[in-house]
């Protein structure tokens, strides 16, 4: 299982300042530490190399950083988080947001739970650092989109359950198979033919979880004709066999 997938954070810290005066750093970093640049700029220090950071510009350290900074003037949301389990969630050292104002919205309400410490204030913070979280992963991992691509995917995810090929797909964007195929690559990272299966197995994985069918339904329902080769398929996806995986999820259940 992905280890994000019970991400748990906690926040120990947490700040929405400007900054008008001189303002030092320098500390070895215990936890997740996350900087927002809204207005301004930072030179900062992590590890012994040296970077200057300005607006819109977020800059992530994981624990056992070791880090220095210094600005005369900046705007910043900072927060420190500590996620049992997790050294380094993968998120690169310096991002520069594409628009910040998406974030404020959530800044803001953290910074009214964290000063006012109501009723649960702990529980709605975390509620909104994984919001947080998420947008930041996409942020990372985004890739450039292609129009063409797009309608490929949205027209494999309505037609899955039923027999898919690539010419079909080629036919529906109005371009050749072979040039549906190779753009379909260099944005996607895979063939058409294994999107079209990971559809198929994500969707088996959801019956397999919440629905009283059989494995022989179940391969039928999302667009597999031979059992055999659902299973062969599941199993090259997913990591294990479509059996075992229902087993698995029967006992997640009862715990």
């Not at 520069?96 to 964290?114: A, G, V």
């Not at 494999?156 to 797909?169: F, H, K, T």
């Amino acid at each position: 299982m992905n280890k994000y997938h019970n991400l748990d954070p906690n926040l120990l810290y947490f700040v929405y300042t400007k900054r008008d005066t001189t303002w030092e750093l320098n500390d070895w970093m215990a936890s997740h530490a996350f900087t927002f640049i809204l207005e301004g700029s930072v030179d900062y220090e992590i590890e012994g190399k040296k970077y200057t950071f300005g607006k819109n510009d977020l800059i992530y350290t994981c624990p056992g950083t070791f880090r220095k900074a210094k600005t005369k003037q900046m705007k910043v949301v900072a927060f420190d988080i500590d996620i049992p389990g997790v050294d380094d969630i993968g998120l690169p050292m310096s991002l520069h947001i594409s628009d910040m104002t998406k974030y404020l919205p959530y800044f803001q309400s953290i910074s009214d739970e964290w000063l006012k410490k109501g009723f649960e204030y702990r529980f709605k913070c975390k509620g909104l650092l994984i919001i947080i979280l998420h947008m930041l992963f996409s942020e990372a991992h985004e890739q450039p989109r292609n129009k063409l691509v797009e309608d490929m995917k949205s027209y494999i995810v309505e037609n899955y359950a039923r027999p898919l090929s690539v010419n079909e797909i080629a036919n529906f964007v109005g371009i050749s198979t072979v040039y549906c195929g190779a753009i379909f690559n260099k944005y996607e990272g895979c063939t058409i033919n294994f999107y079209i299966n990971k559809i198929r197995i994500n969707q088996a994985i959801n019956y397999l979880e919440n629905a009283n069918m059989n494995i022989t339904e179940i391969a039928h329902r999302t667009g597999f004709n031979d059992v055999y080769y659902f299973s062969r398929i599941f199993k090259k996806i997913a990591g294990v066999p479509p059996t075992y995986y229902r087993r698995s999820a029967s006992r997640r259940n009862e715990m």
